[in-house]
């Protein structure tokens, strides 16, 4: 037995589709930046993209081979706030509130901290059925400049372990390969008290 497809439904299917998939370009973006993780930052991106980032400004490939250049940095990237307003069926302007909590040295290696909100305006283009970042700019809505830490990581956390790392060492690439991280592994089982 075949069910008629209502043509009103396969569109509204599609445009919920390709909504998830402009979402999931934003989070892989974050998870790229956040984890200096070089193919999930690319796969954000089209191949000739431009961005407009602070004080950059150029083609999306040297922001990238900028931003994993930078060693010694902790960046926590959240996005919120992403209407999605299709142009046409291969083409959508997204703006996406970010908040970025971004710390390491600068260029006289002295340790900064930086609270960053704004939104990514994003033009998205939709490519044999991919949506990638074609056009990013970022609007700067709140800038604090923080007191660093000074104690060590290692001693702030504590017992809150594992700590955030960089690609490939993030516990959430042993979790995408399907091996979960136990005791054995060198990390600690849960503990109690406060997250």
């Known amino acids: ?22 979402r999931n370009c934003l989070y892989r973006y974050c998870r790229g930046i956040d984890r200096a ?4 930052l690319r796969s954000a991106y089209w ?42 069926s291969a083409e959508a302007a997204v703006e996406s509130y970010f908040t970025a909590l971004q710390r390491g040295p600068d260029t006289d290696q002295e340790i900064r901290q930086t609270l960053l909100c704004g939104r990514y305006c994003d033009l998205f283009q939709k490519r044999q059925d991919e949506w990638r970042i ?11 400049e923080q007191i660093p ?7 702030r956390f504590g017992r809150r372990q594992p700590i955030g790392a960089p690609h490939p060492d993030d516990p959430i690439y ?8 136990t005791d054995q592994d060198g990390v600690e089982g849960p503990q109690l008290g406060a997250a």
Request: with cysteine; proline share 9%.
């Open 149 to 155: 830490p000074a104690i060590l990581e290692a001693d």
């Open 37 to 40: 993780d070089e193919a999930a």
């Open 47 to 88: 191949p000739e993209a431009y961005d407009r980032h602070g004080p950059y400004c150029g083609p999306a490939e040297d922001f990238i081979q900028f931003a994993l250049g930078l060693p010694g940095h902790r960046n926590i990237h959240q996005i919120t706030n992403s209407p999605i307003d299709f142009i046409s």
């Open 1 to 22: 037995m075949q069910f008629a497809t209502d043509p009103v439904d396969h569109a509204k299917i599609t445009e919920l589709r390709d909504r998830e998939a402009i």
């Open 134 to 144: 074609a056009e990013r700019t970022v609007v700067y809505d709140w800038v604090e």
């Open 174 to 181: 042993q979790l995408l390969k399907g091996h979960i991280p």
